[in-house]
């Protein structure tokens, strides 16, 4: 039985992953670590500001200020608002899924909340959104953030699955026993996705046939 669906949010439900790394490529050059795409995505989707902080200070030798990110906020908010839309074929595949669900997600309550208010998907999960930034002691990989969804909606973590598109968050679902869809979107290798208990999929259109597969078996 799936008695829970939890979605990562960004590169799951909103697009946001390209505009987030549009500006890593400012912000990191800005800093003294110029950084191509490629590399930003491999060191960075999927984790939380905090744990980026971290490898840039290490990086640099130095410690940045706490608010080093906001001189490229309007850069990257001005995108946002411009650009920001669902994930291909997420609104169709909510629609077609009647499984409780829930977000899991590395990033602030405010950005998830933000994010989802503007693809317009925040109703649906209103009430139900957890963050790995503020709500437990670890974020992704470690398994916290998938366990305390759990946990606060009363769900064995045995009947929950988990929907993600970077290597982190699957092994957090899979740190945490919870079976895993894997989305390729073209950004991250489908190989880095792959793993025990993970099906990779590049369709979200597809989602709703695969949980009812993963149900049946």
Do not use: Q
């Not at 793993?195 to 597809?206: A, E, I, L, N, W």
């Amino acid at each position: 039985m799936i008695e829970l669906v939890i979605f990562d949010c960004d590169g799951v439900l909103i697009d946001s992953e390209r505009i987030a790394i549009r500006t890593d490529a400012v912000a990191l050059a800005s800093l003294g670590w110029p950084m191509g795409e490629e590399e930003i995505i491999e060191r960075f989707v999927g984790r939380s500001h905090a744990a980026m902080t971290a490898e840039i200070e290490a990086h640099l030798g130095r410690t940045l200020p706490t608010d080093w990110w906001e001189p490229f906020r309007p850069l990257h908010d001005k995108a946002v608002t411009e650009e920001l839309a669902p994930v291909d074929g997420i609104v169709e595949a909510l629609a077609a899924i009647d499984l409780p669900s829930c977000v899991g997600s590395n990033s602030s309550h405010r950005w998830i909340r933000r994010g989802l208010t503007l693809t317009g998907l925040y109703d649906r999960f209103a009430g139900r959104i957890f963050s790995g930034a503020e709500d437990v002691a670890e974020g992704k990989p470690a398994p916290d953030l998938f366990l305390h969804a759990a946990r606060a909606l009363g769900v064995d973590p045995a009947a929950c699955v988990v929907v993600e598109d970077s290597p982190l968050g699957l092994a957090a679902a899979r740190a945490a026993g919870m079976p895993s869809f894997g989305y390729y979107s073209g950004m991250i290798p489908a190989e880095r996705l792959a793993g025990p208990g993970t099906v990779v999929f590049d369709d979200m259109r597809k989602l709703p046939e695969l949980l009812r597969m993963l149900a049946a078996s």
